[in-house]
């Protein structure tokens, strides 16, 4: 009757949407302020002020049919001019408009990129643990593969050794999380520098190009170092970017493709991704938001409150005794669970309503994601039901 595979999806949440429901319910139970909710990467910090005043200022101004109405496919030609006028002057490139390609956020752009570069059955793409959990179903959807390489603890950068035996001449691409969900640390440009070292060699040897498809929704929330521009190292990189987190807008939906002129057959590849676009569905990203990135592509986000949030937490759990990963950007803690069991740890904390997310769907069974975008009271309030745990933990 209807695809199996679709069913499933449609039906088993993913681990983090599983506790944010539960979150939810038990907040109508026994009140919200009694919920430690540490699961869902969703800004606690408003949009700025620029944002909603363009908004209103769109709506005043504009004649509903011009903000209301389709835009091309890859997006209006003023909203991709004042985003690759952003990276011009940021990054020191010569990007034009006809570089990107709108979509409604970077889940999209990372859906048509897969679909894009999914050859047939037999294409592979390459993650690095800890990793988002749904890079799984973007590829296997494409009809792709996708092959996991274990985490590098306790530093998450990147297993080279693992990396060179991984790839092979179906492997496309590359996918780069940096800042990273889950654990909030940067490729370091000693890194990237190594990656690209590696898919220059690889991509010689197979007789075609590994693509790196860099994530980047959290390039602008950086706390301390500096997060390396990959087109910079590697010619090959196709980024996919969302103004979720940096203009806290999760539920508008804005965010792009870009692919530098660098990239080899640029056209084709460009041109498959915007076909991609079109057999999924997605006709034009939002023309609203269109309209806000035009006026707002050069806002920086307030990050005040995540580093507070940050130093709060990570030196409040490293004084009780858990070992985490320094995040030096995103707004996320990798935590190891005391017990070594991140399933059965999150699960022990369920029953304190501190829902804190396992790491097994992002490949470290051992380690617990608690995503700090939150009230900075709940931080304070969360912190003597942690050391309750890490005293059962002990006992």
Do not use: W
Not at 361 to 381: A, E, L, Q, T
């Amino acid at each position: 009757m209807v695809s199996k595979d679709m069913l499933r999806y449609g039906t088993v949440r993913s681990c983090i949407r599983e506790l944010f429901e539960y979150g939810k319910q038990r907040a109508a139970v026994v009140g919200e302020e009694n919920v430690y909710d540490f699961s869902l990467g969703n800004p606690s910090v408003p949009a700025p002020e620029e944002v909603n005043q363009a908004i209103r200022n769109i709506v005043n101004e504009l004649p509903s049919k011009a903000i209301h109405s389709y835009t091309s496919g890859p997006g209006s030609n003023t909203a991709r001019t004042a985003i690759a006028n952003n990276l011009n002057k940021r990054f020191g490139t010569d990007y034009k408009f006809t570089d990107l390609y709108l979509t409604a956020g970077a889940a999209a752009a990372l859906t048509a990129v897969s679909r894009a570069l999914t050859i047939d059955d037999k294409t592979e793409f390459i993650a690095f643990a800890p990793f988002f959990t749904e890079y799984s179903c973007f590829a296997t959807t494409a009809g792709a593969k996708l092959t996991v390489i274990p985490a590098d603890i306790p530093a998450f950068q990147i297993n080279f050794e693992l990396l060179d035996k991984s790839i092979n001449e179906n492997t496309q691409g590359v996918i780069v999380n940096s800042p990273n969900n889950p654990s909030g640390v940067i490729y370091t440009e000693e890194t990237i520098k190594g990656l690209a070292a590696l898919l220059k060699r690889k991509s010689a040897d197979v007789g075609h190009p590994i693509f790196i498809i860099s994530d980047e929704p959290y390039r602008e929330l950086v706390y301390e170092g500096k997060v390396p521009f990959i087109p910079h190292y590697y010619p090959n990189t196709i980024i996919c970017y969302s103004y979720s987190k940096s203009l806290s807008l999760p539920g508008e939906r804005i965010g792009y493709a870009l692919v530098p002129g660098s990239v080899e057959d640029h056209d084709d590849v460009y041109n498959a991704i915007a076909g991609a676009g079109r057999i999924l569905g997605y006709v034009c990203a939002p023309s609203l938001m269109q309209h806000v990135i035009t006026r707002c592509a050069d806002i920086k986000p307030d990050l005040r409150p995540y580093i507070e949030n940050r130093e709060l937490i990570y030196n409040g759990l490293t004084e009780i005794g858990y070992n985490c990963a320094k995040p030096s950007g995103a707004f996320y803690l990798f935590v190891e669970a005391p017990n070594g069991d991140a399933q059965a740890f999150s699960n022990m904390a369920k029953q304190h309503d501190l829902l804190i997310v396992p790491g097994n769907d992002f490949g470290c069974p051992s380690y617990v994601r608690i995503s700090y975008c939150v009230d900075h009271d709940m931080v304070k309030r969360s912190l003597p039901v942690f050391k309750k745990l890490m005293e059962k933990v002990r006992a």
